[in-house]
Structures are given as C-alpha cells and as structure tokens.
C-alpha cells in the first residue's frame, strides 16, 4: 500500500447551518445532500470556469472539514470571505494540527465515503485514491516517495493541483469532468462548463503521452517515460 | 483527523463590509405590484437581500416578511417597508425595485449600479 506525503494539504473546518448551500451554490459539484460519513469532491471555478481549488468534503456531522491545497488557500479563502454576507458559515483553520497523506494501490472505503480509526480519517476519491488526514500525533508510516506518486498518477492520468489543477486551466481540461455535475444550478463558471458540455468542445484536455512525443500543448507532469500533458483537442 | 476544536485553530476571521446606509427607490410599476401583494396590510415588509451563488456569485433575495432576525435597516417607501439586511448593504445601495411585465422572465428585477455585470436570469450579478 504505497504511502507518500503530502505536504500542501490544508484542512479547513466549516461550521453552520448554510455551510453545504453556501459551498454547493460556489462550486462545482452538487454537495447539497452529503450526509454523514460521506466524501464528494467539488471545484471553486471563476467566471471563465478556470479552476481556484478542488476541495475534498468530509461530513463529520457536526461540521464539514475540507481538505484543500494550502498553496491555494489565499485565492480560494479571498473567493470565499466576501461572498458569506449574513450566512451561517464559519470557518477555522486545522491545518497545523494534521498531517496529509496520499495512498494508491490500496484497499480503502467505497469511493464517496470515509472512514475514521485511530486519528486517521481515509477517503477514498473517484478515481481511486485514498487521501489520509491524521492528527499531527499519529504515526503514518510513509513507504513511497512524492515522485513515486506522480509516477502513478501519470500511470493512471489523475490531476493534481500545482500540475494539472491549476488557475490557467479550466475543470474540464484538467481531467475534473467528475466534479462537474450535469444538472445542478447556477455557480459560477457554471456557464461556460455547461456550454463546453453540451457541445462537446472543451478546447484541451488532459492525456498521458510518450516523452518522445511530439504534443500540441503542454506537459504538465513529467514522468520517467510517459508524461501528463494539457493537449489543444 | 484532528478538527482543531482546540485552542490553536481559531475561526477565520471575515473582514465585513461597511455598513452602508443604504437609498433605494421602487418604480410605480412595482409600487403596484406590491399594492397588489399586500393589499392594506403595510405591516408586512418586502426583504431584499443577497446570497452567493448563482452564475455570477451574488445572487437577489427576495421575500416578504413580518419580520427577520437578520440585521436590517428598514427604507420606507410610499407606505413599503423596505429591509435591507446590513450584511448585504454594500451591495444594494442604490438600487432600483422594478417590475417587469413579460411571460418569460417577468417579475421584480433589481436594476444595480453596484453589479458589474449580471446573468442572462437576472437573479445572479457580480
């Protein structure tokens, strides 16, 4: 069960009666009916549907806590702030109190699901990784490198933010199809992904391609024989 | 997972807008419509308010109410109560209440300087 760090990982712990309306209204995915246990992914997108940060959701019960990527908590938190007016949503910062890990290869809960033991939640995502958060006291063996984990995220063409989900991308070229649900309402970028959508024109998308290979974008993850790239399609 | 409950995370603080006191008007179309809606009765306040979401990240609420438990300054307007929740009064001043009489479309419509720009819906501005 390779184990790597991650490092980047930032946890925000939301509290309030608007929280799931709030962040379902703001992004991606429809999250309005998470209930206890489970784990959906969603994406704060701007008005031209280029992506903030993708953000996992934990229901704990009592409060939300969202694992999202710190490098991107500045924009994402200025994105978020103004738009809480009057609404029941609070939120603090737990990041300094865990420890973030990624886990390929491995068994772990049903994807949309969690699950907490001793100190450690799992989440298990669609495309079939475990994303760990432990308290900063628990012990988490780690026995793969980050390198090793982008290997196999180019073996299985998952996007990671700082690569592939960055600001200069929108949610459908950086492989986030899933987080965009088909029939939700307004947010914002929602427009212009429904748009790209319904004609089936995205403009680029996200490949695996030989290192030899000659590409019409870029490469977004580079790997020992094959690479993540953002194509023109 | 450790929620930081503890007394190292505290809440994030939110920077909130200034209050403004905010001016508004309503256009005799919707000064009729809302004649219609309440009929004697001026006990009855209409809420303008704003959520986020929608295409352009704000988005218009209206409701009439007795009353709300949200902060509000109230603008009274040929006998209408007008609340406008102080969260929100940033947004709002200066905006127009206005009916727009079509099949697709129709009802009250915000007309407000403050949006940038709006969606087609006219529900949702930045």
């Avoid at chain 1, 929602?190 to 290979?213: I, P």
């Avoid at chain 2, 979401?53 to 902060?71: F, K, N, P, R, W």
Wanted: glycine share 10%.
């Amino acid at each position: 069960m390779p184990t790597a760090p991650y490092p980047e990982g930032n946890l925000s712990i939301w509290r309030g009666q608007d929280v799931l309306s709030f962040i379902d209204g703001l992004s991606t995915n429809h999250v309005l009916d998470l209930k206890k246990g489970e784990f959906r992914q969603t994406t704060f997108t701007t008005a031209l549907a280029k992506v903030i940060d993708r953000v996992g959701l934990f229901h704990m019960g009592e409060f939300i806590a969202m694992l999202s990527h710190e490098p991107f908590w500045h924009d994402l938190s200025h994105h978020i702030m103004p738009r809480i007016l009057g609404q029941d949503v609070n939120i603090s910062l737990a990041t300094s109190n865990n420890n973030f890990y990624t886990q390929y290869q491995a068994p772990g809960p049903e994807p949309g699901r969690f699950e907490s033991d001793n100190g450690v939640t799992v989440a298990r995502t669609q495309e079939g990784l475990n994303l760990l958060v432990a308290g900063k006291n628990v012990p988490v063996k780690t026995d793969a490198t980050v390198e090793e984990f982008h290997q196999w995220r180019i073996e299985t063409i998952n996007p990671w933010p700082s690569f592939e989900i960055t600001k200069e991308n929108h949610a459908f070229a950086c492989g986030l199809d899933a987080d965009v649900h088909q029939s939700k309402g307004c947010y914002i970028g929602q427009e212009l992904l429904t748009r790209m959508r319904t004609r089936g024109r995205t403009g680029k998308k996200l490949v695996v391609v030989s290192n030899d290979e000659e590409i019409n974008g870029k490469i977004t993850t580079k790997g020992l024989s094959k690479s993540l790239a953002i194509v023109r399609t | 997972m450790d929620c930081g409950t503890c007394e190292t995370a505290g809440p994030i603080q939110v920077v909130q807008p200034e209050v403004v006191d905010v001016a508004l008007t309503i256009s005799e179309k919707a000064q009729t419509m809302l004649a219609d809606a309440f009929g004697e009765d001026r006990s009855m306040a209409l809420l303008v308010g704003v959520l986020s979401g929608g295409c352009s990240g704000y988005m218009y609420d209206l409701q009439i109410v007795e009353e709300t438990d949200q902060s509000c300054q109230e603008v009274v307007i040929e006998g209408f109560r007008v609340l406008v929740p102080n969260a929100s009064s940033h947004l709002l001043d200066g905006i127009e209440i206005d009916y727009v009489d079509r099949l697709m479309g129709g009802g009250f419509k915000i007309n407000n300087p403050n949006a940038e720009s709006s969606c087609g819906c006219g529900e949702s501005f930045a």
